[in-house]
């Protein structure tokens, strides 16, 4: 390691901020799984207060002129890397004037809040008003932050959450698979109409649905002695990589969706417990992106936890829970857990009906940001979409529609990208593995499933934010991202091609 | 309210430190009771950062000017006392040079650390050496502390956790203890000789005592909706005001110490919960002192929880969750939570021999600190004392004898008189609350607890650091510290009269 002044000042100040950090984390994890209602306004006073420090390091006048300086500095590979990820951040805070972060906060915070009642309300017309302000700041940031980066305002946004990604390839990419997706889909419910399928019959014991989960866990090498399962309402993986906190929550006439879950949130957690060690406080030690974090959780759930091989471990656990049923026989789960449905609401989507509901808000979020619609042609378009993609009515239906999403309330666009690029990578991350196991299934069915950890430890956890994406995923798998993997995942899981 | 520039600006800088606090008081309560191993090392560098954090707010140089200006300024009452108030934090944090509040965090960390081996293996020789350094650093915080205060060393030392209590003061009380309390705790033992005790029969599902716990939360009126109960290897009440977390711990053999154990935890736990809501991010808003927080834990467990009418109350429960015994009867109940027994250990120790525990524990301290003994000079002191008020003879046995507490080994010197403190301040309560309710044990016994909660939260919990301790106590009993009524309940309550 070279020892050179800039270069150290800034990862003590980096240093700083992620011990901050872990303090958010923490107490945004006991925020959703833990605290009682009457604690809400001291924490959310505390973690604004926490904000406007971290936001005062951050775009502290010295950074500035310390990154310049590092760059002159005889740096080696890794801590030019760390470099380049401290730029990136700092650019992300002090690229914006104080005054619009707090003004699109608050929008946000006002079109969420009003959101959580109108949704339901079915109110449109109401959600319109406040979104139209989230829009209109969403694009100043948008304006301001690609002034900087060069590309479109939507470019700029989507850069927050995908480093390097353009949304020209992701129209590429989305056009392709939008020419073959709803006949797939087609073919697969085709397919399928003849199967019977037995569903379980409960209830299912929340006790006994959370022993299973456990049991997933341990057999997916979740670290407990790092990291702990709860339920939130909402599941998500928290916490710090030292102690990663993921959520469930559990429904007692229905354990299925809760298990996915659970494998889900564990995929999400062993990249955060496997990050590199000696990094954990340097943003070099970081999750590479979204959609990277996506593709562990849906190698996980996905590409491993509905496969046939998996199944067939998972199947005597559930029996030992809940005793024999016809549903739990081998085949049934496996029908289960592949049944295609198009439906309204993209977080209860299937595998193969998930990415049309991305694509059509990545359309639609893409053109209000570019300035090409605005906020009142949101529900036309959805309509038209929602029919042409999936053959579903949703005119008229604001709440199973276009007002489903937390996503744009608060002006998280450029997110929804991310979901599809992670079933991507973690498709063509599995052709790579079978490649170099030929006998892959066989030994997960056996059990043995550390083949699949070592390449993904290997490969993308140890890696942090060493490399750009395009470059992790190259020398991961030999190409940059190729959705072929994908469609070819998933003519072999729904037509058995 | 006056608005004037200073104490304005005082308000917001103690109002940033109350947000930063809250993080780490949620953080301290994850440490203990949800975090896994692993998680260890980041979470204390975490806490770290935030400890240099507020010392460095704390100790900005404006803060003084701001205390002295705000003295001239047109404030009203309750301004002022939140002003005196922040002077006292203010003063406790600016009065040590930062190079010995690290040298003692350090030695202290270093004794406690070795501690947790050393006590077990009955090594006094190897504790007394990391020992030696706490007492001297201790010493030395005490002497500047005391050079702007006046008074001893150890009055000084006292003064952080009872401020205004002068050490002559507990001497005279606890002189006047020692004249009574070792014939006491005999002629209660020579009256329990001849009764029968029945031991409730195990074992008692931990689901089953939590249950039991909650239920009597709910009869003690804790707030669910503003706290939570968990498990921690040492309770303890902790979280925030506005969202108060106490803990347990389970024994699957024995449930009577876990449930006086929440009884004792709720009582700490109301107080926060009712602390003045307009002053919660200001110093007024705390609680007044630990004397006065162990006043409200000890009328619930001690004053209310082990008296026979709440004991009326808890059988049926008791008898609910663990079903029909002999030893739930409840004379019998009476007699389990009254039993005297004198012990090594203080925090298992009844109500009768915990002051004596207490009052060896002071003298011992108080000499240490004042320099009148060393460290070396500890254990035979212990064995004199212990035989002296106990009748125990712990010659040799260092594990169960001087060093079993936790709180010498990083310093934590003047601490002890708080319990007994406590222990009186609940006693005088409750003869004020008798004075005013002469029907008391028959309303609890009736389940009607409002007539004491009423009490507490108008004369104690709504007070907050409004007044000096003395004054509290004055205004809401009608005079200050009489350790008469605690001489008095014990008689009561141990011999009948």
């Known amino acids: 390691m070279t020892h050179t002044s800039a270069y150290q000042a800034l990862t003590h100040t980096f240093a700083r901020l992620h011990r901050f950090s872990h303090l958010g984390a923490i107490a945004g994890w006991d925020q959703a799984a833990m605290m009682p209602s009457k604690g809400n306004d001291a924490r959310a006073a505390a973690l604004a207060e926490l904000g406007v420090l971290t936001h005062g390091i951050i775009t502290a006048p010295q950074l500035k002129e310390q990154l310049d300086a590092a760059e002159q500095e005889n740096l080696d590979e890794l801590q030019r890397a760390n470099l ?74 989507m850069d927050k959450y995908e480093p390097g990604m353009k949304s020209a390839e992701i129209e590429r990419i989305f056009t392709e698979v939008k020419s073959w997706l709803p006949g797939l889909i087609d073919r697969a419910r085709a397919k399928q109409a003849s199967e019977t399928v037995i569903e379980p019959v409960g209830p299912f014991a929340v006790a006994q649905q959370r022993a299973l989960g456990v049991e997933a866990m341990k057999l997916l090498r979740f670290d407990f002695d790092g990291g702990r399962l709860d339920v939130s309402s909402h599941p998500f993986c928290g916490g710090v990589p030292e102690d990663v906190r993921i959520t469930t929550r559990y429904r007692d006439d229905d354990f299925v ?23 954990l406080e340097q943003p070099l030690g970081r999750a590479r992106s979204m959609g990277i974090h996506e593709s562990q959780s849906l190698s996980f759930e996905m590409q491993l936890g ?41 977080v209860d989507a299937d595998e193969l009906c998930y990415p049309a509901h991305v694509i059509l808000r990545f359309e639609i979020e893409r053109a209000l940001m570019d300035g090409e619609i605005e ?37 998280g666009f450029g997110y929804f990208p991310s979901y599809t690029l992670g079933a991507m990578y973690a498709a063509q991350y599995f052709a790579s593995l079978r490649r170099a196991e030929p006998e892959l299934d066989a030994k997960v069915a056996a059990g043995n499933l550390e083949p699949i950890f070592n390449w993904l430890n290997a490969n993308i956890w140890s890696q942090g934010s060493r490399w750009s994406t395009d470059e992790l995923v190259r020398r991961a798998t030999g190409e940059t991202l190729n959705p072929a993997h994908f469609k070819a995942h998933l003519e072999r899981r729904y037509l058995g091609v």
Chains 1, 2 share one sequence.
């Open 306 to 346: 509905r496969s046939p091989a998996f199944l067939q471990l998972i199947a005597p656990l559930i029996r030992s829970h809940f005793g024999e049923q016809p549903a739990f026989a081998l085949d049934n789960l496996q029908r289960l857990y592949s049944r295609v449905q198009p439906g309204y609401i993209r």
């Open 257 to 279: 969706q809760s298990l996915m879950g659970i494998v889900h949130e564990t995929g999400h957690a062993r990249y955060e417990q496997n990050l590199p060690k000696d990094w």
């Open 375 to 411: 906020a009142e042609d949101i529900p036309a378009l959805w309509d038209e979409k929602m029919m042409a993609y999936l053959g579903v009515d949703t005119r008229g239906n604001y709440t199973n529609g276009c007002m489903q999403d937390i996503h744009w309330t608060d002006g």
């Open 84 to 157: 380049r990820e401290m730029r990136r951040e700092w650019a992300q805070a002090n690229l914006l004037p104080a005054e619009l972060v707090e003004a699109k906060t608050l929008a946000g915070a006002r079109c969420e809040h009003a959101w959580r009642s109108q949704r339901p309300a079915n109110d449109w017309k109401g959600f319109l008003e406040n979104l139209r302000e989230v829009v209109k700041l969403s694009r100043e940031e948008g304006r301001l932050l690609a002034e900087a980066s060069g590309g479109s305002r939507y470019d700029a946004l």
